[in-house]
């Protein structure tokens, strides 16, 4: 039990449309990181907000945009959705200001199905 | 691109034994690196990291050993229990917030 919880666990979406996946951090973590994990792949970094502000951003287009909010809680939107979008998406949070020696504690995370 | 490699998918050990993971990584940038676990429907849980300015950690029953020359860490797990049986993800980081996971390798202790 991280203390990290994301809704909704499983999402069909088709192609074109666009998604909203959420994510709870534990109180006091100032970092939230999210990630793509697609099928027999390890995940991969898409972006990471400190403070409501984004500080880093991996190889993914920005129709992937996030957001983070006061009370600990975050949002990532994908628009114009693409089959390939298709996977699980987690998030991670973090005490600091997100430096790789934090422990990020990730959540369950969200199964999104583009079809 | 894949710059952490874990060419592995799955391990199978007997109960008591040793299980060792194997990571590889191409950017030398990388300095310092992780290994997380992950039981199903649960996210990843961190478990073990090392600087590459060590060569060796220990937590436990748990020892990672960094080779840098060879671009290759290794994960020693001994004993082995039952409750190891998950996914090991290795992952790496060039001293910023990015961190770069490998596929994952299945870990089945048998009784």
């Known amino acids: 039990e991280t203390g990290v919880t994301q809704s909704p666990t499983h999402l069909i979406k088709t192609r074109g449309q666009q998604v909203t996946l959420r994510c709870s951090s534990q109180?006091?973590?100032?970092?939230v990181s999210w990630y793509q994990q697609a099928l027999g792949q390890g995940p991969q970094f898409i972006f990471q907000?400190?403070?409501?502000?984004?500080?880093g951003r991996g190889n993914f287009p920005p129709r992937f945009s996030g957001l983070q909010f006061p009370n600990y809680s975050s949002e990532l939107n994908v628009n114009a959705l693409e089959l390939d979008d298709s996977a699980l998406y987690l998030c991670?949070?973090?005490?600091?200001?997100?430096?790789?020696?934090?422990?990020?504690?990730f959540g369950p995370g969200t199964r999104l199905l583009v079809l | 691109d894949q710059q952490v490699k874990q060419n592995s998918p799955s391990l199978s050990v007997q109960e008591g034994r040793i299980s060792i993971l194997n990571c590889d990584y191409t950017?030398?940038?990388?300095?310092?690196f992780l290994w997380y676990k992950k039981y199903p429907a649960e996210g990843p849980t961190f478990l073990i990291s090392?600087?590459?300015?060590?060569d060796k950690n220990e937590d436990g029953r748990f020892t990672v050993f960094l080779n840098k020359s060879a671009k290759h860490l290794s994960l020693h797990i001994v004993p082995s229990q039952p409750g190891d049986s998950a996914v090991y993800f290795c992952?790496?980081?060039?001293?910023?917030?990015?961190?770069?996971f490998g596929a994952g390798t299945t870990v089945t202790v048998r009784a």
């Open positions: 991670a949070s973090s005490l600091g200001s997100g430096t790789p020696q934090e422990t990020q504690y």
């Open positions: 109180s006091g973590h100032n970092t």
């Open positions: 907000y400190y403070r409501e502000e984004e500080n």
């Open positions: 950017n030398s940038m990388f300095d310092y």
């Open positions: 090392i600087s590459s300015i060590k």
């Open positions: 992952a790496a980081s060039a001293n910023d917030y990015k961190l770069s």
